[in-house]
């Protein structure tokens, strides 16, 4: 059985850092893409930083290029989300998500299967 289990969230002030766990199990997630979302409190759900199998090539948004980095755990299959210099409209549902690559880019596939999220909220 597929299964994400993300972890790490929590509250910070601006300018603080959180590293964000995602435990992958039930498949071989170096073939798949992993992303990382977050649905800030009102707003619609946005893609925030993606993992691509094989070499590990990663992407991110605009609105955290520079400050997040994804890294992996490649014997524990755990895909992690450092976050730094944490901004209030980073505040959010975090989640990550995983997709079988079949081609193309994992910043748009669409993802079948989610964690449950974890909580992040950075004041001001």
């Known amino acids: 059985q597929v299964q994400l289990v993300e972890s790490g969230g929590g509250s910070v002030q601006t300018g603080g850092s959180l590293r964000l766990s995602c435990a992958t199990s039930g498949f071989y997630y170096m073939r798949y893409c992993i992303g990382w979302f977050r649905q800030p409190p009102g707003k619609e759900r946005e893609g925030v930083a993606w993992l691509h199998p094989g070499l590990g090539m990663t992407d991110f948004a605009d609105s955290v290029k520079g400050r997040f980095t994804i890294s992996r755990d490649s014997v524990k299959a755990i895909v992690f989300l450092e976050m730094n210099s944490l901004k209030p409209e980073d505040t959010g549902m975090y989640y990550c998500?995983?997709?079988?690559?079949?081609?193309?880019?994992?910043?748009?596939?669409?993802?079948?299967?989610w964690g449950q999220g974890t909580q992040v909220t950075v004041s001001s």
């Open positions: 998500a995983a997709q079988e690559y079949i081609g193309g880019s994992c910043r748009t596939t669409d993802y079948e299967t």
